[in-house]
């Protein structure tokens, strides 16, 4: 796992500006999905102890999830290696799932019926924002979630406009 202290060390542009990452390769055995979930929680104290970063529960809970179903749609349809990459950035943590498959991908939609493959709806619903791109090699998906509880009757995720 590789660490990176706060952007802005040396007085530059970026003074005071967070930006402290983690990023890890994860094998595609059956203890996959909860390792990725557990370094991540570990990452996000880590943040909070060392750097004062205020990180709330709710964005413990939430980055957890969407680790887990990023991680679990990575190790589900592409062959070959899975990196995560988990950055504090300003005020969000942005969680940054890599596989080797090109295809990027797609919300269903909305059927009450379905039983599964829910995993996309989930991570759209409670991430600040989600974004997929393919890469030289296989594609990069990426949400961020907010690191502070939502202002009384915004949405989950979502910053109230």
């Known amino acids: 796992m590789s660490q990176a202290g706060p952007l802005g060390e040396d007085g530059g542009a970026d003074a005071g500006r967070f930006s402290l990452q983690s990023t890890v390769a994860l094998e595609g055995d059956g203890t996959t999905i909860a390792q990725a979930r557990h370094l991540a929680v570990d990452f996000l104290r880590r943040i ?48 940054v799932v890599w596989d080797s498959d090109p295809v990027l991908p797609v919300a269903r939609a909305a059927d009450a019926g379905r039983v599964g493959q829910h995993r996309l709806e989930i991570v759209r619903a409670i991430a600040e924002s989600f974004g997929a791109q393919r890469e030289p090699v296989g594609k990069r998906v990426t949400a961020r979630i907010a690191l502070a509880e939502q202002p009384s009757g915004a949405r989950a995720g979502h910053r109230p406009e």
């Open 48 to 95: 909070q102890s060392e750097y004062g970063v205020a990180i709330s529960q709710r964005c413990m809970e939430l980055t957890q999830l969407v680790v887990s179903e990023l991680v679990t749609n990575a190790l589900k349809y592409a062959p070959g290696p899975v990196l995560m990459h988990l950055a504090v950035d300003g005020d969000v943590v942005e969680v």
